[in-house]
């Protein structure tokens, strides 16, 4: 469990409250298990912690058997929500692990009157005269555009760049400190895509302006995370006792790692890791880029995959999908991605309407 | 007539209402040929339906001998406006033929207003609130600076990108309508430039916001037409009865293409194709490009050719020019095409204001 | 003293009024040499004509010897202040040398106003409904981070390219003149860097709004100079009778021979150019990189350089840094680099308000 649970420990490792809460258990999903072309589902899926269980014998083993490259893990929390004493004091965002319970919430109301706001409305130029600085050391359109939106919605306006690569290149050769401070005496707040872990804390440890992280290599990407719960909430109606699988590429994704930190603040909170068992095999032999190939394609949602999931099940993506879901399940209503992404608007504008304005 | 009356065909095919009206005559041009270093021209110049006309005995045959590379292809239309129920109500920009005589007449009107909007009128913020997205799969930055400088001069603003191939490069490889889902949930009009033909279509049959084709491969760029035509309009005070020759590589011309179209909506419009035959050539024998290169500058406008053009001609150019006109045309009070770059940018306001305002 | 002297030369030559009160000393800097792993530095420097004078007895030589590959070359003129009639009606920033001092007193203090704006006030908005186009045919993301900022601090509006090359790409083969009318018809004031000196001159020449220059190749760079001199006099509150070393690579600094203009308008203004002779080396043996390799962090400022240098001093710097500065300095109230920075923000802001709105 190589990729799943090292994912796990780093996860929540110092970052919970009442770690002794949690309940791991390491096992299989099973069910009824379907096949079609281009995927394979379970109905009715259950967690079974010993493979060798007896409760296997109910079900059809060779489908099981079908599923060898699957494996799950399941937590369990039941932390309370605690009260930290810096709650709404928040400079930066940073990581996903700074925000408590109370922020969270505090942010999310605030990104649902952002949902209101209208053109034209004073509430639309709250921002103005502000000037946001976009500072991507790789290019990331989707994540800067959503960024720029959010500060143009409220007024505010952005000076752009995806070249600050050039700030750092073998010619001119500046630390990132340097860049920063040069570029807080241009603008009031700055977003910062770097390809570095841990650049974005070293930009807020310089900076007298607020930074938002968005995205530090393998590090973290926060506003993501926080959209995702966002959405949760927004589509479920709740954050307590709720089920979450999530599927892929575990050891590689940060997003996936970000949305796990948040997850254990709420309460009874199940999360279902699900990932092809050759994540794990590219990890001990790097070399086996032909099992991670075969692997890829073989969690795909599609009509089938919704005909067997809840009703009220929600189906989310951090976008872009390649042949994850195919696109006739766009139209069903538990295909939530696109508002997810729209969602990521609110978070943002909220965000910078915080740091900004004040908690 | 490979090159030009393919060109023709697939022109006015299909979209014309009165084809029956339209004349075609294959031919020549005639006249007296003057020479100078750099270009050729005629004066008088005359269609020749029959090159063994008896016509050719006033002139001079040698003359008519060192123009074998050229031929010109003369349309003439007198189609009768239609009123089509469609109009003023358009959603996107996507083709030169989707506007009828009446809606670029509108469109004309409120573009000749924009020309009169005074720095920190009223009007001068009418867009105030609204976001535009230019997504250049492509960089043209002078179609994206006219667009981008349309909408703030309106008082709206832009989320800008050139990089717009890295959303379906290789590593993210998101479909165009992926992409158009996710922008349009940022902004409140797309500017797209796409490399292949059909993209812009494809992008108005997904968004729910509108679209405008900013140049999609070899297919369309229709803003570029409509101010071609209106240039046409404000020089000369007339679309019905002028007569354009349209001079240069016409077979790789999508400026010229897009333009036919539109020309073919007024009455008694003559276009004259004139196009060196080595493009014909260049297209039966593709190899041939030592040919192409050696048409290459044999059409230069210069001021010999100023002296024998009408007092109230004009002379246009969509630009980049490299060698077609020479520098000491452009203080001659017909050449018109920095006024037509110009009057892109009063068209272009005019289709952001008509398709975010209401027609 | 072929860099230094040919570099003063070049400065002076022809735009100084009273050319006869300059006088130029080349020689040695001495006294009291100390080192450290990083840097040598000199207690009390004074400036020394002759080499093998008697004052040198006084010293410790063997310090001097190691001083070798330092030359200085100090001038120092009395110059008064010459009143132009052309003050007041700068329609461009080219270079340096167009700005008087009665000019120069002038934006100072605009740019003084400017450091007091308070967001949200009317002056905020002062260029509202103004277009500035960023036209860089180089990346140069500081400076025009710098503009965009001072431009939208004032309320007006940016239209930006980085890519501005591509005008003039082997495929499209635009020529500058052409370029400048297209875009001085979208925008009202146009920022330009370009690779080739003289550029911003042609620029200038063809457009009919106001050009800025911001670096044309090895040419020169005038608003960096003008935050340069703008910061000595924020900081030492004079410019009359100050003594400025200039250290580093002279022979390749455009922002030095811009600044060398500048002073040259002030009285009693010493300069001492002080740069390692194996800049002069490479200039005669162009292939001598290794000797300049050799040179590079030879005079680096740390805090033993601080503890000799003169409380009021002022330790200015271009950025970006390399190791000619060391980060310990920055606490330091003598380091003045990143007040520099914003002061260019100050002066960009005073520039585009007296181009637009007038002097």
Redesign the interface.
């Known amino acids: 469990m190589a990729a799943s649970s090292s994912l796990l420990t780093y996860s929540l490792q110092g970052h919970v409250s009442t770690p002794n809460t949690i309940k791991f258990r390491e096992g299989f999903m099973y069910g009824n298990l379907y096949s079609s072309t281009n995927s394979k589902y379970l109905t009715n899926p259950k967690f079974l912690h010993n493979r060798n269980s007896s409760k296997l014998e109910n079900f059809d083993k060779s489908s099981v058997r079908n599923e060898i490259l699957c494996r799950a893990l399941e937590i369990e929390n039941s932390i309370s929500p605690v009260l930290v004493s810096k709650k709404f004091e928040l400079d930066d965002v940073i990581e996903a692990q700074q925000f408590d319970r109370e922020t969270l919430n505090y942010i999310f109301d605030v990104a649902l009157d952002m949902e209101k706001i209208e ?2 409305s004073s509430k ?1 130029q709250m921002l ?4 946001m ?1 976009t500072l991507f050391y790789e ?4 994540t ?3 960024f ?2 959010a500060m ?2 409220l007024g505010g ?1 952005v ?6 690569r ?2 750092s290149s073998a010619a ?4 990132l ?3 920063i ?3 807080e ?3 009031d707040i700055i977003v910062m895509r770097h390809f570095e872990s841990g650049a974005a804390r070293k930009a807020a440890a310089t900076a007298s302006i607020p930074i938002i992280n968005a995205g530090d290599g393998p590090g973290q990407h926060p506003t993501q995370a926080l959209l995702d719960v966002y959405t949760i909430q927004r589509e479920i109606g709740k954050l307590d006792g709720i089920k979450v699988g999530l599927v892929g590429d575990l050891a590689n994704g940060r997003t996936v790692r970000s949305l796990a930190y948040l997850l254990a603040k709420y309460q009874d909170v199940k999360i279902y890791f699900v990932s092809p068992d050759v994540v794990k095999m590219k990890e001990r032999f790097g070399e086996r880029i032909d099992l991670y190939e075969q692997a890829r394609g073989k969690y795909i949602v599609d009509t089938n995959v919704l005909k067997v999931m809840q009703k009220k099940a929600v189906v989310m993506h951090p ?4 042949d994850e879901i195919t ?1 006739d399940v766009d139209t069903d209503p538990r295909a939530a991605y ?1 508002r997810q ?2 969602n990521g ?1 609110y978070i943002r504008m909220a965000l910078v309407k915080l740091l900004l304005l004040g908690w």
């Open positions: 053109k034209g639309s103005k005269g502000y000037l600085a290019p990331s359109t989707r800067r555009l959503s720029e939106s143009k919605r306006e000076l752009t760049t995806e070249n600050a050039e700030f001119k050769g500046e630390t400190e340097d860049t401070r040069t570029v005496g241009y603008s976008l872009p999908r390649l696109v696109f992404a729209k608007l």
